[in-house]
């Protein structure tokens, strides 16, 4: 009785949520690219390849940035998966949430891409990217307090010293972001500067598991 209704509340496998979420994250760093497109020859009229190349830089940065910052999510998605043991409904829910988060981003890195040189949008469209990487984390930060309150799905043997680094790091990486944010809507380069040094952190190995 107790194994059919264990089977009955857990959802699905972390390896089928895990499968699904891999396909979101490979559309999600596809459509970046979409947004840089292939001059016509009429465009080319106007000035020559090079120049044409040259001028769209800003495209480039903005799919480099979200480009890296989905694929830190992906890795670190499977880095975090390795410590659920099972799922139930909220918890697919929660992992819903993260990847329509992360389905948004190639949005607002079209806009960064467009807007980031014109003076009188790029302080919105700065903001706006940074807000988009922001609501990644919080949903990150939702999803391990939710798995690991009183390890309802994590790994038991995990230590509780290590689940709560993991919680302290999730938040401070909310914080930060919003942080961020913050500093776009007064100063929107040394936001984005800020921003950018987050990414570089976050290129840094994970912590090494803990276990008791």
Do not use: C
């Amino acid at each position: 009785m107790s194994e059919t209704k264990d089977s009955f509340n857990t959802e699905m496998t972390t390896s089928r949520l895990e499968a699904f979420s891999d396909g979101v994250f490979a559309i999600a760093i596809t459509l970046l690219i979409i947004e840089i497109k292939v001059p016509s020859h009429e465009t080319l009229k106007q000035e020559s390849l090079m120049e044409y190349i040259i001028h769209h830089w800003p495209k480039y940065f903005a799919y480099v940035f979200a480009f890296i910052n989905i694929g830190i999510y992906w890795v670190n998605h499977h880095y975090l998966f390795k410590f659920f043991k099972r799922t139930d409904h909220v918890f697919n829910l929660l992992n819903v949430f993260f990847l329509m988060t992360i389905a948004f981003v190639p949005y607002p890195a079209g806009i960064l891409g467009e807007y980031i040189v014109e003076p009188e949008h790029r302080k919105s469209a700065i903001s706006f990217f940074i807000f988009s990487m922001w609501l990644p984390a919080f949903a990150w930060l939702l999803i391990w307090l939710y798995a690991s309150h009183e390890k309802r799905l994590t790994d038991e043997r995990l230590s509780e010293t290590f689940t709560k680094k993991l919680a302290r790091l999730f938040f401070l990486s909310n914080v930060l972001y919003i942080i961020s944010f913050l500093i776009s809507l007064v100063n929107p380069v040394a936001g984005i500067a800020v921003s950018l040094g987050l990414t570089l952190l976050y290129l840094l190995p994970p912590m090494k598991p803990e276990y008791q």
